[in-house]
């Protein structure tokens, strides 16, 4: 599952997509009848599954995600000063969430900010009002980056509060401590109230995935591939997609150090 668009902050914005089943067709059928077909890896019928190491789902829209993966903590990528974030991707009028690992540590974290620092950019953020409330949070998650101290709040040892007022700047925070690989699923409830008209994810490559500002948001997090995809392929190291369980998988050919066996860096 890919989410398209062009790899560049402010840049075209894919809408996501769904699931499908895919597949080839052999001797045994079609894939997902639950017979194995010439050129199929795998076919368990109704149990064939997606299982990315993180998936997104909203209003229907399910897609895989990856994280932006550095060598460089979580507060060092968010950058924060003038009272804004700086992760390059910040545009004004435009709230934006992703994962981000640190390769050196493998601490994952949760990144929301919204707008963009006039004194960086020149564009100018209007007055602008945004609350989100995080449910489901493993019990591990701490407040990793607030721009104030009393903006990002955890509320409880698994919800968390955001509530930014900002102008001319950007706003946000960091929620770290998820576990991962782990099992788990947070949901996001957004209210924007005021001068923030898109909200879009942010994928490894810098493409965006467009997200409806009015519907919740489920991150869900897998320690363990399914035994077979929704396109009767197997899940494997190297074949270059994030699986429940792997930390890294660049392919047979990985451009940024990761390791064979897809559970380190160099």
């Known amino acids: ?28 059928g079609s894939c997902g009848d639950g017979i ?21 789902t909203q209003s229907g829209q ?29 545009e004004a009028y435009a709230s934006r969430i992703l994962l981000y690992l640190d390769k050196s540590t493998h601490a994952l974290s949760l990144v929301v900010f919204h707008g963009v620092d006039i ?14 409330l995080f ?10 980056v ?10 409880s040892s698994t919800t968390a509060t955001g509530f930014w007022k900002f102008t001319s700047n950007s ?18 409830e957004p209210t924007f109230l005021d001068g923030i008209s898109t909200w879009t994810w942010v994928q490894s490559d810098g493409s965006l995935v467009n997200l409806d500002l009015t519907q919740p948001l489920t991150i869900t997090a897998r320690s363990f591939p399914s035994p077979c995809r929704l396109d009767c392929t197997a899940p494997r190291c190297g074949d270059g997609i994030l699986d429940g369980g ?3 998988d660049e392919g047979s050919q990985p451009v940024n150090g990761c390791k064979s066996g897809c559970m380190s860096f160099e």
């Open 171 to 188: 706003d946000g925070g960091v929620l770290s401590g998820l576990p991962f690989p782990g099992d788990w699923e947070i949901t996001i």
């Open 119 to 132: 004194d960086t950019t020149g564009e100018k953020q209007p007055t602008s009002h945004v609350q989100m």
């Open 62 to 90: 399910s897609f895989a995600v990856v994280p932006i993966m550095r060598s460089a903590s979580t507060p060092n990528f968010y950058d924060y000063s003038s009272a804004s974030a700086h992760t390059g991707f910040e």
């Open 1 to 28: 599952m890919g989410t398209g668009g062009r790899s560049a902050a402010g840049g075209a914005v894919s809408t996501g997509g769904t699931a499908t089943s895919g597949g080839t067709t052999g001797t045994g």
């Open 135 to 144: 449910s489901g949070l493993p019990s591990t998650t701490t407040v990793g």
């Open 36 to 56: 194995l077909g010439a050129g199929e890896q795998c076919d368990l019928g109704v149990d064939n599954e997606a299982a990315p190491a993180f998936g997104v």
């Open 146 to 155: 607030s721009d104030d101290s009393d903006e990002l709040l955890m509320t």
């Open 246 to 248: 792997e930390i890294c």
